[in-house]
């Protein structure tokens, strides 16, 4: 998948000929769904065209911030008769996801 473009439309323009310019968009960042879910809030920005016929693209990484997910327990759940199965299944995906 591509990271959407900030700034410039078109990435690479050709040389004008007759007073027609080509423009298009050839430059890009592909990523795959894995790197995008970690870097949810990457921008990638191109910037003005100096010297090339390609303008410079910035690509701007902000990791997601990771908390620690803590269990919570009420002691009153315990009444409940599945309290002690719920919580089995629990940490057998909590456990399984570590791996």
Known sequence: MDIDL????FT????????FVTREMLDRVLV???????YQNATLTALP???SCHCPLVLRL???EKFERHFKYEAY???????EK????????HENKKE
């Open 77 to 83: 759940w315990e009444d409940h008769e599945d309290c």
């Open 32 to 38: 795959n769904w894995e790197w995008r879910r970690l």
């Open 49 to 51: 065209m100096i010297g």
């Open 86 to 93: 719920i919580i089995k299944q629990g940490w057998k995906k």
């Open 6 to 9: 900030k700034g410039e439309k």
């Open 12 to 19: 690479w323009f050709s040389n004008p000929r007759n007073g």
């Open 62 to 64: 902000e990791l997601r």
